[in-house]
Each structure stands twice: as C-alpha cells, then as structure tokens.
C-alpha cells in the first residue's frame, strides 16, 4: 500500500520554511526518507522509527506519529539547493530495507 | 569506492528483445536491490536481495530475473522487453540485510526505452 504524500509540489522562497507530510494507512515500523534531483540519483535524508529514535541530516527535522501512521519532514530556512523531489519510504515489514515509496513532493526553492 | 555502480546509462531496445542490466557495488553490503521509476508513481522495488544465492520478489517483479552469486554484484535481466517497461531503473545497497538504520545508496540509474 503506496503512502500518500502531500503537498505534491510546492514553490518557496529562499529562506521560507515548509512541511512535508506523509501518510500510510498501514501500521509502521519505520519511515525513511530520500531527496532525488532532476536526473540523479535519491539521496538518503532520515529514517524514524518506532519509539522516536531517528537518524540523518543535521539540518533536517521530522517527526512519526506511530498513533496516525503518519511522518512530517521539517525544511527550515531553505536553501537553493534544497530543491529536488522528496520521498517517503514506508517500512510494513520490520526488515528495514524493503521499502514502500510515496510518489514524492517536489520542491522548488527560488531567490 | 565507487559506491554503486549501474551500466549502461541509457538503452534502448525493441520489443521482445532481451538484456541485462548490470549493478555493482564495493562496499561490501549485505543487502542490494533494484527500483524502477516511472513519472508520478515514485519508487517501485522490483527485486531484492539479502546476500549471495538469496533474492526475493518486491512489488513488480513480472518480466524480470535477478541473481546474486557473489556479494558485489546483482544484475537485472529483462526476459523480453515490453514498452511497458521503459523506465529509469535503479539500483540500491546498504549494509545490512536486517535491522533498523539502513540507509540505503542508490546507483546513477539506467535509462530504458522499449519501442
């Protein structure tokens, strides 16, 4: 079951803050998230999983609400480079690899 | 390192014909696996694999085979190529098959056009 992903794109100033959202309707055990660019590759961001702990960028926040089976990803401060599409991956398994993509918001940060 | 390594970057093909795409990585990961990309449906796995001699289906894995006989390498093979499957295909890695914190690496992608 494919999570949904909201806004589907959305346009910010440099130096604007945004929010991310992401929503499965199946029970989690993590949630990982990855930043692609036009014609590259997805690059790694967070994962969260159950209980709070999370691992990743320094200059990226989120939070999972394991109640709501729903995970928001915090862009302060935004920079130029931030832009790209963002994508959620679901874990449904346990096994921490096998991944359920959302299918992704695209940001784009302008001067 | 290299990381990991996806060839060729872009292919085309006609229908019904049939090739490999090949992904390697040097950092010793337990765990690769292949995507495929189509515009506005995201990341979808196709096959996966959690060591040498063990692979598992994802989501859309009709009309392709995997196989990983060493650690380093998983190509994909497309049994006979349908426009259906023209797609930008990933490739992606990470340390360990099991657990918690597995970021996984993606490959530059190989584009693949079926007429």
């Known amino acids: 079951q494919q999570p949904v992903q909201s806004p589907q794109a959305v346009i910010l100033r440099e130096g604007e803050d945004a929010v991310i959202n992401c929503s499965s309707s199946k029970a989690l055990y993590s949630v990982h998230w990855y930043r692609q660019k036009h014609g590259e590759a997805p690059v790694f961001l967070m994962i969260l999983l159950k209980g709070g702990e999370q691992k990743g960028h320094e200059k990226i926040s989120a939070s999972f609400n394991e109640k709501k089976q729903q995970s928001s990803l915090y862009l302060t401060a935004s920079q130029l480079s931030y832009s790209g599409t963002y994508f959620c991956g679901t874990d449904l398994t346990g096994g921490g690899n096998k991944l359920t993509f959302g299918t992704g918001t695209q940001l784009k940060v302008e001067l | 390192n290299a990381g990991v390594t996806q060839t060729p970057k872009f292919q085309v093909l006609k229908t019904g014909q049939s090739m490999t795409l090949q992904c390697a990585q040097d950092m010793n990961h337990e765990y690769m696996s292949w995507y495929r990309q189509d515009p506005g449906m995201g990341l979808r796995l196709i096959h996966y694999?959690?060591?040498?001699?063990?692979?598992d289906q994802g989501e859309v894995p009709n009309g392709y085979n995997v196989s990983r006989s060493t650690t380093e390498d998983f190509p994909l093979r497309l049994l006979s190529a349908a426009p259906s499957q023209t797609s930008v295909y990933f490739c992606?890695?990470?340390?360990?098959?099991?657990?918690?914190?597995?970021?996984?690496?993606f490959g530059p992608g190989t584009r693949l056009t079926v007429l």
């Open positions: 694999s959690v060591g040498a001699g063990i692979t």
């Open positions: 992606a890695s990470s340390l360990r098959a099991g657990g918690s914190y597995n970021e996984q690496f």
